[in-house]
């Protein structure tokens, strides 16, 4: 099972790195803040201080086709916001 499953890329997870030392991402659904910590620490080779995780209901979509109404929903999405030491940091872009 892998815990982390991609960085979160945007304007304020961005900010929020460069500001506060502060790292999102998105985690596998059943993981808890031990797991996820482990994981981060695991991966990158930094301390964390901090685990905020946040759950994202699934979307509900729908739409009216020639075959009828179509009803169908996105994923549930989990996210962590992990705030690492400071003077370390995670190069998210050296991948790419």
Do not use: H
Request: hydrophobic content about 40%; overall charge positive; cysteine-free.
């Amino acid at each position: 099972m892998s815990i982390i499953l991609r960085p979160v890329i945007t304007e304020k997870a961005t900010s929020d790195a460069e500001l506060k030392n502060r790292y999102a991402f998105y985690v596998n659904p059943e993981a808890n803040k031990i797991e996820i910590k482990n994981a981060v620490q695991k991966m990158y080779d930094v301390d964390v201080l901090k685990v905020r995780t946040m759950i994202y209901a699934p979307k509900v979509k729908s739409r009216y086709t020639k075959t009828g109404f179509q009803v169908g929903k996105t994923n549930k999405l989990k996210k962590a916001v992990v705030q690492i030491e400071e003077g370390q940091e995670i190069d998210l872009y050296g991948n790419i």
